[in-house]
């Protein structure tokens, strides 16, 4: 018998459910075809959790999440839930999920598939079999810090204040994240921070140091966040791993994000301690613009999985065979709406989803 994989499927608000049906089907095609043996649940969360329960996010599925091996989060939100308040409103229940699966990185790949170089706004030859991770520390720094608010001084002026603030430990934890993720791919690690005007970024920039003795086979290098959005526009294949603080991971991100075209294409991790929590999940939104119609991209998520098959699961093989699954139906010139070009075949959600699962039968049986 093979080792059982627990799964819970949170499929969340607007396109949510559209998106993760497909997902499920590869994840039944895995169980048929590669013998995977997962356990899957289901859930609400979000907006669809608040309608049925009152809160974003119920203790059983809470519960239920802290048992399984990975969770699978589709997208929440949207202009229904608008006037709910803070602290039940959808996004509550994937700060919640972040938070209580103690999930501090986020793991963002910036791949650039070969079919789809054209949709970058950069020059296909900058972004060309580009291949970059971010690795975005999740819960400390400037969004997190004490003190925090707005106040009125005696003057009447009103004062803003945020605190950007990290220990040794939180630093520690994400840069090795960062150095064994490097070890699997191109061995190499750019730490950014602003250690020229911020003490909270030399102490980054130091113990990043510290750890990097761990892991001598990597190379590690120190860039400057402005500098680093720069050199991600100007050179992006220059850079493996990018590890960073919550806030410039922020932006970061984004931009690489955006090197490869559309949001519809971006999977994403977060992780806990090695063993803990894992969720995956779209880079996008809910897209209420665009849901109940058929016509959202089902690629992010699907490529979601295969970040679980590959980090959670430990099988390489099957995350490898659905990213060439991606590759090869988006060479055959299928596209959904969101990555659609000139000459190419419009086509639904669940089109989409089918010739995904027959090119990995084709992958198969090679
Ligand atoms: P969005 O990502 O939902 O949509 C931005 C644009 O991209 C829209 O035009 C949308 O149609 C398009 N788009 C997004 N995903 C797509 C896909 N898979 N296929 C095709 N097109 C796609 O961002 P938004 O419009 O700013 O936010 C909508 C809602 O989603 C808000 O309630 C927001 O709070 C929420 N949101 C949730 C998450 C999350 O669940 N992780 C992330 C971002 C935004």
Same mark, same amino acid.
């Given at each position: ?71 699978? +989060?589709? #997208?929440?939100? =949207? ?11 959808? &996004?509550? @229940? %994937? /700060? ?84 064994? +993720?490097? #070890?699997?791919? =191109? ?11 911020? &003490?909270? @970024? %030399? /102490? ?86 665009? #849901?109940?119609? =058929? ?72």
């Amino acid at each position: 018998m093979t080792k059982e994989l627990s799964l819970l499927m949170l499929a969340g608000d607007g396109i949510g459910p559209e998106i993760m049906v497909e997902a499920r089907r590869v994840v039944d095609w895995l169980m048929e075809n590669r013998g995977l043996n997962f356990t899957v649940h289901e859930g609400l969360v979000g907006g669809a959790a608040y309608d049925v329960f009152g809160v974003a996010l119920d203790d059983d599925t809470l519960a239920l999440a802290r048992q399984v091996d990975a969770v699978m +989060l589709g #997208a929440v939100g =949207g202009p229904k839930w608008d006037g709910v308040d803070y602290d039940k409103r959808p &996004e509550a @229940g %994937l /700060l919640t999920l972040r938070k209580e699966l103690g999930l501090f990185a986020n793991l963002r790949p910036a791949i650039c598939f070969e079919p789809l170089v054209e949709a970058s706004s950069l020059k296909p030859e900058l972004v060309s079999g580009l291949d970059i991770m971010i690795v975005r520390e999740l819960t400390g720094g400037v969004y997190f810090g004490e003190p925090r608010g707005i106040e009125t001084l005696e003057n009447g002026e009103r004062r803003g204040v945020n605190t950007q603030v990290y220990t040794t430990s939180e630093i520690h934890r994400i840069a090795r994240v960062a150095f064994e +993720l490097a #070890a699997k791919r =191109g061995g190499r690690v750019t730490s950014s921070e602003k250690a020229n005007v911020m &003490e909270s @970024g %030399l /102490l980054w920039r130091e113990e990043v140091t510290v750890i990097a003795a761990d892991y001598p086979e990597i190379k590690l290098d120190h860039m400057l966040a402005d500098s680093c959005a720069m050199q991600l526009v100007r050179a992006p294949k220059q850079f493996d791993v990018i590890v960073t603080d919550n806030l410039f991971g922020d932006l970061l991100s984004d931009v690489a994000a955006m090197l490869t075209g559309s949001l519809g294409m971006l999977p994403s991790a977060a992780l806990g301690v090695k063993g803990g929590g894992a969720m995956y999940e779209p880079v996008h939104g809910s897209a209420p613009d665009i #849901a109940g119609k =058929g016509v959202a991209n089902p690629i992010a998520t699907i490529l979601s999985l295969a970040m679980a098959l590959r980090y959670t699961f430990d099988c390489e093989a099957e995350a490898q065979m659905i990213e060439d699954a991606v590759q090869n139906v988006l060479a055959g010139g299928l596209r959904t709406a969101d990555i659609m070009q000139p000459g190419k075949a419009k086509v639904s959600t669940s089109v989409m989803g089918d010739s995904i699962l027959r090119a990995l039968d084709r992958l198969n049986e090679k």
